[in-house]
T-cell receptor, first 113, second 112 residues
Framework: NAGVTQTPKFQVLKTGQSMTLQCAQDMNHEYMSWYRQDPGMGLRLIHYSVGAGITDQGEVPNGYNVSRSTTEDFPLRLLSAAPSQTSVYFC????????????FGSGTRLTVV | KQEVTQIPAALSVPEGENLVLNCSFTDSAIYNLQWFRQDPGKGLTSLLLIQSSQREQTSGRLNASLDKSSGRSTLYIAASQPGDSATYLCAETGGSNYKLTFGKGTLLTVNP
């Protein structure tokens, strides 16, 4: 049981480049979400999904796209990277947000130069 | 708007001391509260989850309490050890879309 797996662990991008951060869970969790963590700002919700085919925006969605074609995978796409997107990104999942806790991945540290 | 506050932002204690970390929240419709630990450069590790119908949860030297009426949760660490040094985050699930809202954390340093 691997839990929540994020790849890559580290990435450096040039401004304007695109990339996809991968997130996969093997716990059959319906709910998945992406957070970014910045010094002094804490963890902020980017996008979330309540099940395959259903996604919605969080607190800071601009510049990011998501899709959820399967229960297991929830990739985060940066279409045109900007220095303001330099951050640590965490993926999280939960069986049921209401009565169960969240499991987090180990994070992707992204630097945009 | 759901808000979670953790005070103090940093805490330094000698090894062996019992300590309490504080978390306050504004959401009166909280579903549950979760405490996490984060080591430098690492992900979040779940420590304890307290559902809204519960008052406390215990795991080893850790005890977390929840008081919905006052909007407070505490994490009690008994007999602290240098290995307990980390950032501790609390997060509450609530609101119409069950959103998880984090505090900014307390950086704990346990000195040998």
């Amino acid at each position: 049981n691997a839990g929540v797996t994020q790849t890559p662990k580290f990435q450096v991008l040039k401004t304007g480049q695109s990339m996809t951060l991968q997130c996969a869970q093997d716990m059959n969790h319906e709910y998945m979400s992406w957070y970014r963590q910045d010094p002094g700002m804490g963890l902020r919700l980017i996008h979330y999904s309540v099940g395959a085919g259903i996604t919605d925006q969080g607190e800071v969605p601009n510049g990011y796209n998501v899709s959820r074609s399967t229960t297991e995978d929830f990739p985060l796409r940066l279409l045109s990277a900007a220095p303001s997107q330099t951050s640590v990104y965490f993926c999280a999942s939960s069986y049921s947000r209401k009565n169960y806790g969240y499991t987090f991945g180990s994070g992707t540290r992204l630097t945009v130069v | 708007k759901q808000e979670v506050t953790q005070i103090p932002a940093a805490l330094s204690v000698p090894e062996g001391e019992n300590l309490v970390l504080n978390c306050s929240f504004t959401d009166s419709a909280i579903y549950n509260l979760q405490w996490f630990r984060q080591d430098p450069g690492k992900g979040l590790t779940s420590l304890l989850l307290i559902q809204s119908s519960q008052r406390e949860q215990t795991s080893g030297r850790l005890n977390a309490s929840l008081d919905k009426s006052s909007g407070r949760s505490t994490l009690y660490i008994a007999a602290s050890q240098p290995g307990d040094s980390a950032t501790y985050l609390c997060a509450e699930t609530g609101g119409s879309n069950y959103k998880l809202t984090f505090g900014k954390g307390t950086l704990l340093t346990v000195n040998p």
